[in-house]
């Protein structure tokens, strides 16, 4: 008798198995789904914002945020034809590159990097143009050993190199740049700029403030450290802001995200990750 009650038992628990998987292969579902909001562009903003998504989806476990890289670029883009309900751009917005909304989410500061033993500390915006154009080529034209200067840049389109540009290679009043010279070492990633410099005492990159550790040295521009205060005093020369692009019927969820950024909680987030808050 007692064994026919186990044998009926175990029969029900595996009708409920099979029921259930019926029901999520049909569609079906044994809970609420979570909204989802696909953000891409900027990989010098995906860091910071990966830390706030982790954050929200714990606050507000019905939502599903997908962060992806790519570049400013093609995070305006993604973000115009609709594959990506927000994106990331690390620059300001050209006229007629975007027609929706943008907000400003945050400053950051542009670091120029060398290695930690590398000797040179300090440059002037003219030697790093300079060096980014190749007329400078060794250390020993900057104050250091005689050694070629190895130059890491980022790819066309990245909105951390539009800055650099707009901000470094700038040369007169009528907006010229200098462009940074083809042979240069390009790479598609802060991330990956970093990894150079931290593998060759003679190289020279630019990333993201907020990404800078032990493992690289900032070097002052015209004496000025490129540190959180110099940025938000704006004494350190060299920074951008951070911005999210939606369309102007962007949805609920979208919008529900962009509020928590900017909400004291998301902007104190930003600021530990020593970005300079906004709101």
Not at 179 to 184: K, L, T
């Amino acid at each position: 008798m007692k064994s026919t009650k186990i044998t009926k038992r175990i029969a029900v628990i595996a009708l409920s198995v099979v029921m259930l998987a019926t029901a999520t292969a049909c569609g079906g579902s044994s809970g609420n789904s979570a909204s989802r909001i696909v953000i891409a562009g900027s990989t010098s903003v995906q860091p910071f914002m990966e830390n706030l998504v982790e954050v929200y989806e714990d606050m507000y476990p019905d939502y599903e945020v997908d962060v992806q890289g790519g570049g400013t670029s093609a995070g305006i883009t993604a973000a115009s034809s609709g594959t990506a309900d927000i994106g990331m751009a690390s620059r300001d917005i050209k006229d007629g590159e975007f027609d929706g909304k943008s907000v400003v989410i945050a400053l950051d500061g542009l670091a120029v990097i060398v290695h930690p033993d590398n000797p040179v500390h300090d440059l002037t915006k003219e030697q790093i143009r300079d060096i980014y154009s190749h007329d400078i080529t060794n250390w020993s034209e900057v104050g250091g050993p005689d050694q070629t200067i190895n130059v890491v840049t980022r790819e066309d389109g990245s909105g951390t190199r539009g800055a650099f540009e707009d901000l470094v290679m700038v040369w007169d009043n009528e907006g010229d740049k200098k462009p940074i010279n083809p042979a240069s070492n390009t790479q598609n990633s802060n991330g990956t700029v970093k990894s150079c410099i931290v593998g060759d005492v003679n190289a020279i990159g630019y990333i993201s403030l907020g990404l800078v550790d032990e493992t690289v040295q900032a070097v002052k521009l015209n004496g000025i450290e490129a540190n959180d205060e110099n940025v938000t005093n704006k004494t350190y020369a060299l920074f951008r802001p951070f911005i999210l692009v939606m369309k102007n019927d962007a949805s609920e969820e979208s919008q529900h995200f962009v509020d928590f950024v900017l909400s004291r909680e998301g902007q104190d987030l930003l600021k530990k990750e020593h970005l300079i808050p906004v709101a």
